[in-house]
């Protein structure tokens, strides 16, 4: 999960997203996996867990460190329950991060990857101005 948030952050910057609320989302965007022990369905079953997270977090830390806005929240959300949707490209640029960065982490730590990960790893390579090949 670290490794996702700090691909996150990095794709975040150069697609001018805001590197904090990215790096939340890369995070936590598997929780359900944590949660449930199942990959099956993890994304949407990890919206409302996401979203339970956020609130516990501005509820306990939000005074002394800041709060993740209503508007913050949701796009995370979003993006945990449309990051299992790697053939789909039409949502949001910030859900298509999360896919992206969920693509190149899995490529990164050598897992079986299927061809429409290998499109999405390449694409967010290539936005980092590096080449599948080099690895």
């Known amino acids: 999960m670290y490794s996702s948030a700090q691909l996150a952050k990095l794709l975040a910057h150069k697609r001018g997203f805001d590197i904090e609320i990215a790096g939340i989302a890369g995070a936590i965007h598997d929780l359900a996996i944590i949660e449930t022990g199942k990959f099956e369905n993890h994304g949407p079953l990890g919206g409302p867990l996401v979203r339970d997270f956020l609130l516990e977090y ?78």
């Open 58 to 135: 501005n509820s306990k830390y939000g005074k002394e460190h800041g709060k993740i806005s209503k508007e913050d929240m949701e796009q995370i959300v979003n993006a945990t329950i449309n990051h299992t949707k790697k053939k789909q490209y039409d949502d949001t640029a910030f859900d298509e991060l999360i896919k992206d960065v969920d693509s190149l982490d899995r490529f990164l730590h050598g897992l079986e990857t299927f061809d429409y990960y290998t499109k999405r790893t390449k694409k967010a390579l290539k936005g980092l101005n590096l080449d599948i090949d080099s690895f």
